[in-house]
């Protein structure tokens, strides 16, 4: 590396550096590494078979197809929700801005246990929805309302703050060239928000990949039904089965690292292409 | 496709100060009129109101003699080149400039020829694939220009076109703009605070002072005859004499030039004097001309080919003269020298104006 | 996973002002008020009615069955290990954050895309994840299960564990936070301090610290909320010991499973209301830090 470091006359870099990885290596790095070195005690044959059982592939299935519909609401509803925030003024308007962070703010057993009493049978919604012929609690549609749920606050605070600092003068420019406001949403607009939407769709997909505490409740757990993958690494931990549960947490791990490394391509490329300055 | 504006105001919050009112003018087909004044002298806005961008609260705006003041700014077939050039940034250069085209349903084919002539004359034919942000500043002023023309306006409207790029390039994009016009004969508002911008390359100029219109004329008329105290000192960096009408003359002290001739004894003047109006002379003895007066050099600032002379007059009152260098030196005046100041033409206003 | 809030020196005033526009600029009423409505009832159903419920349901049994519940011995230890681990892991991630924070915000260094990268692994590990690794490493078949076991020392369903877990994934919070805020206030304060004589703790104490304190202030309730809230890492650690190992998001949970309803919520309630709480501060904080 042969550009010039930044003068260090401010002091504390030694001290810094050296606290900041100890403290790095002691609370996370080690405890993280016991789960790859535990998947080096499996042969390839076995880690194979443990993460490809029926049980398993369920599990994957219902937790990738559930996370994937939830974060798809979610750039719908985020997209509505950061469009109305922004745009309109309204009553009650700043307490909704607040209350959008309550997924993150809410512990997740609680909007668990919400949720499913909620849309169970006898609850406030579930009794309406019952009446429809439609089942919502311990069922795969009761997952994706707890994913969705979650995700909800991802793609809006990611569109958020791109809608506020788009330009009056970018939709005017376009009225003036004679564009209907529908047609400077879709063509100018829209296009303007697709990286914060896509950024958003990711990090609410990862998180609901992840996710246990508010889904648990609502799904009922039936093995090849309605069992996530985080739950199915706990009941193998359960048994004494660490290979599993680790061979499982790996996949998990290597489909969530995927999907963030995904979002840091995507910020460099959208960053690189429109915002790039050629020093002219 | 003249544009006339008549008794427009628009006030922005109720109650409180109009940012424009009772403006009037016109701006002749074919040609450019500059908006010129300070900040906040609602320039910006009176351009908003014709582009369509702004409803007024009162009177009119024809473009070609039509009434378009409520039509929608989609109709207008007005071309806007915003200071901050509002370029779409996730499109190309090409696409920006396509935009209006598109938005018109105009056939591919004469489409895409169009888009390549507003690049060849915007001189930015090879850039057409690029992203406005891998341009420079002035690159992405002349799309801005291109996308604004595509669309063939009625007129073009410019808001501070030059306001956001280096005095090196303003000058340079200000001569491409004067040969654009030369080019294309569209008639042309251009929203500026320069003066020097506005008396350079518009054939008619409207001073505006808050919210209301100072004086519409030819740059000549305007810098030679300024309509009202405020624009005599916001063009040409006038100094301000202050005196009184005595024998039919504005006296400041010892000086005096003439005044208008409906002025009443002892009514209060200014005079507005132009800095390179004004000759200086080491004689004090020669004090012949009643439009002498002798003054005492208190700064002086050297301006790369002129030094601008500070004088305060026995009066009080401090004027400022530009001397070229090579005068200056066989002058050969220091601070704290009398100097004797010939008066050789100044625009006097009678009655007790506050600018 | 990901990055849970928006930073606070990320946010942009939330109420800009809007610009009267003129017809052709806005589209018509109707869509205007139709979007908002949607939004109304999407908000309502998903956030609105859901706070709602849970205090009703908290309260369905009257207030004198929320307060016993509430007082019962084994909802008073759950109360007792969950402030326990906040007060263990909140302190510990904010001296490791305001010292990560200074060193990526102050120097560029070999390693440091690495650190920043390595820093926000807590956020994208799944929380059962985070429990798993604890038991892997000090579980009965763990790497130090056997010494542990030989020197009598309970790791995992015991109380280090959950302390253990909750410091993992409340690790990133509050270097998030301050990191922002301290990159954008720049160093050129503190070498003014410098060149006055300041020394280097003195300079942290009186010149950094007071112009990041409300960056440090969110990051510290952000990081206090998860840790009191957290269930999925803690849960796998647990193993439910009533009275010793329950924190109350497991507390909760318990009663919910013993069909004690009201128990559960009220219990529930709490965590809400710290969640209410951590809202009015994320508000309290964007609005002290909005230059007025």
């Known amino acids: 590396m042969a550009r010039p470091l930044r003068h260090r006359v401010l002091p504390g870099f030694r001290l810094t550096l050296g606290y900041t990885w100890f403290y790095l290596g002691l609370v996370v790095l080690i405890p993280l590494s016991s789960l790859f070195l535990k998947t080096f005690s499996l042969s390839w044959e076995a880690f194979w078979s443990t993460v490809t059982t029926a049980r398993a592939l369920a599990a994957y ?108 003068d970018v939709e005017e420019a376009a009225a003036t060239l004679g564009a209907s406001p529908w047609q400077t949403f879709r063509r100018v607009l829209f296009p303007a928000l697709v990286p914060a939407l896509l950024s958003g769709f990711t990090l609410a997909f990862a998180r609901a990949l992840g996710e246990y505490g508010s889904v648990v409740f609502i799904s009922g757990n039936m093995p090849l039904r309605t069992e996530i993958v985080p739950l199915l690494i706990i009941t193998r931990l359960e048994q004494y089965d660490y290979e599993g549960a680790t061979a499982i947490a790996i996949v998990m791990l290597a489909a969530s690292f995927s999907l963030l490394l995904a979002v840091n391509l995507l910020h460099r490329w959208s960053h690189r292409r429109w915002d790039a300055r050629s020093g002219a | 496709m003249s544009i006339v504006v008549e008794q427009l105001a628009r006030r922005f919050s109720p109650g409180g100060s109009p940012a424009v009112s009772e403006v009037s003018f016109q701006a002749p087909a074919g040609a450019i009129t500059s908006l010129l004044g300070p900040s906040g002298a609602g320039k910006s806005t009176l351009l908003r109101l014709i582009a369509g961008l702004e409803i007024p609260d009162e009177g009119r705006v024809l473009i070609d003699g039509v009434d378009c003041t409520t039509m929608p700014v989609q109709q207008r077939g007005v071309g806007v080149v915003f200071q901050s050039y509002a370029l779409f940034k996730h499109m190309t250069v090409r696409q920006n400039v396509a935009f209006g085209l598109e938005i018109r349903r105009v056939p591919k084919a004469e489409r895409e020829a169009r888009v390549e002539e507003m690049l060849r004359m915007v001189q930015l034919e090879h850039l057409g694939g690029r992203y406005p942000g891998q341009l420079s500043g002035g690159q992405r002023q002349r799309v801005a220009f291109a996308r604004a023309l595509a669309i063939r306006p009625r007129v073009l409207l410019l808001d501070e076109p030059f306001g956001a790029l280096d005095t090196r390039v303003r000058e340079e994009l200000r001569e491409w703009l004067h040969a654009l016009h030369e080019q294309t004969r569209l008639t042309t508002l251009l929203v500026t605070h320069d003066q020097q911008e506005a008396l350079e390359i518009s054939q008619h100029v409207v001073v505006m002072s808050e919210g209301r219109v100072a004086q519409a004329a030819s740059p000549a008329e305007v810098y030679d005859r300024p309509a009202s105290p405020f624009v005599a000192s916001f063009i040409g960096g006038a100094s301000v004499l202050h005196g009184e009408v005595r024998a039919g003359r504005a006296a400041m002290g010892a000086l005096s030039v003439a005044a208008p001739v409906a002025a009443r004894e002892g009514e209060p003047v200014q005079a507005f004097v132009r800095p390179h109006d004004i000759k200086l002379a080491r004689s004090l003895s020669d004090a012949a001309g009643a439009s002498t007066a002798l003054g005492r050099v208190e700064r002086l600032k050297s301006v790369g080919g002129y030094v601008k002379v500070f004088l305060r007059l026995p009066t009080g009152d401090e004027v400022t003269v530009e001397v070229p260098r090579s005068e200056f030196d066989a002058l050969g005046v220091v601070e704290g020298d009398s100097v004797r100041a010939d008066v050789r033409s100044a625009t006097v206003f009678v009655g007790d104006y506050s600018i | 996973m990901g990055r849970p809030f928006r930073s606070v020196s990320a946010l942009t005033p939330s109420t800009p002002v809007l610009r009267q526009r003129a017809h052709g600029l806005q589209g018509p009423a109707f869509v205007r008020w139709g979007l908002i409505g949607a939004t109304l009832l999407l908000l309502g159903v998903f956030l609105v009615v859901p706070l709602v419920a849970v205090f009703t349901f908290a309260f369905q049994k009257g207030w004198a069955a929320y307060g016993a519940s509430l007082v019962r011995p084994a909802s008073l230890a759950a109360m007792r290990l969950t402030l326990l681990a906040a007060v263990i892991a909140v302190p510990l991630n904010l001296v490791f954050g305001l010292a990560a924070a200074w060193l990526i915000a102050r120097y560029r260094f070999r390693g440091r895309s690495l650190l920043l990268t390595l820093i926000d692994l807590p956020f994208s590990v799944s929380p059962v994840i985070a429990g798993l690794i604890f038991v892997l490493l000090f579980g009965r078949q763990g790497w130090f299960g056997a010494w542990l076991l030989d020197h009598d020392v309970r790791v995992i369903f015991a109380v280090p564990g959950i302390v253990l877990a909750t410091v993992f994934v409340t690790f990133p919070y509050v270097v998030r936070e301050v990191l922002p805020v301290m990159e ?55 193993g439910h010991v009533r009275g010793v190992t329950t924190t109350l998001p497991l507390h909760a949970e318990i009663l919910y499973n013993e069909y004690d309803l009201a128990g559960a919520f009220a219990v529930a309630s709490l965590l809400t209301l710290l969640a209410l709480v951590t809202l009015v501060v994320k508000k309290f904080v964007e609005w002290r830090s909005q230059p007025s």
């Open chain 1, 61 to 168: 299935r219902l937790s990738f197809g559930a996370s994937l519909a939830a974060a798809l609401a979610n750039v719908v509803f985020g997209l509505l929700v950061a469009w109305v925030l922004v745009r309109y003024r309204f009553p009650g308007r700043d307490v909704l801005e607040s209350l959008v962070d309550l997924p993150f703010a809410l512990p997740t057993a609680v909007a668990g246990l919400t949720l499913t009493t909620l849309f169970s049978a006898k609850g406030w919604y579930g009794q309406h929805l019952e009446a429809l012929g439609i089942q919502v609690a311990y069922t795969s549609v009761g997952v994706a309302v707890a994913l969705t749920f979650i995700g909800l606050p991802f793609v809006v605070r990611a569109v958020q703050p791109v809608l506020e600092e788009l330009d009056a």
């Open chain 3, 184 to 238: 954008a206030q720049g160093s050129d304060e503190e070498e003014a301090a410098l060149t006055l004589g300041a020394s280097g703790w003195r300079t942290f104490w009186s010149v950094t610290l007071p112009k990041v304190k409300w960056g440090v202030l969110y990051g510290v309730i952000l990081c206090n909320a998860r840790a009191m809230g957290e269930f999925g890492a803690v849960s796998v650690v647990s």
